[in-house]
């Protein structure tokens, strides 16, 4: 198994299922390999769509030490070039519970001190240095709310 550093949060920005998805990935990115470990649809089924000694292609630079968790979503269902969070309470769940069983795994195999839960849009770069990548650095929206703070607790609590 290869180490982790991040389990990196996604939205898919539209409402296509997972094989819309990587239909997407191949045909119009070329992709050989998908862009998530785990792809969450709006009734919170979770759908592996790689295991985790993949390398992944969800956040270029990073693929190599991340796991992707996407959920279906993330844009406005009238115009999908306005971000917004559109989780449902059942993805709120599946996210909770799939980034509890990610961290169990690779407990097995490494330390999980480390980890960091993050946004896909928190590796946008930090242009005035103070730390935190603010909105108007973002490069992506991606998902469309702060993972960071959110998903924290469940790096400290250790219970899986």
Known sequence: ???????????????????AIKKFWREQLGWKVVGYHYFITLSGSVQQLAPLSTVTNG?????????????????????????????????????????????????????????QILGHRDFSPDKNGNGVVDSWERIKSCPCFDAIPEYKHLLTNNKF
Do not use: W
């Open 1 to 19: 198994m290869r180490k982790v550093k991040y389990i990196v949060i996604h939205c898919s920005a539209g409402y296509g299922d997972a094989e």
């Open 59 to 115: 956040v270029h630079g990073f693929n190599s030490t991340s796991v992707h968790i996407s959920y279906q979503g993330g844009v406005n269902k009238q115009d999908y070039k306005i971000a917004e969070d559109t989780r449902t309470p059942a993805q709120k769940a599946a996210i909770i519970s799939t980034i509890k069983n990610v961290l169990s795994e690779l407990a097995k195999t490494q330390s999980i001190a480390d980890v």
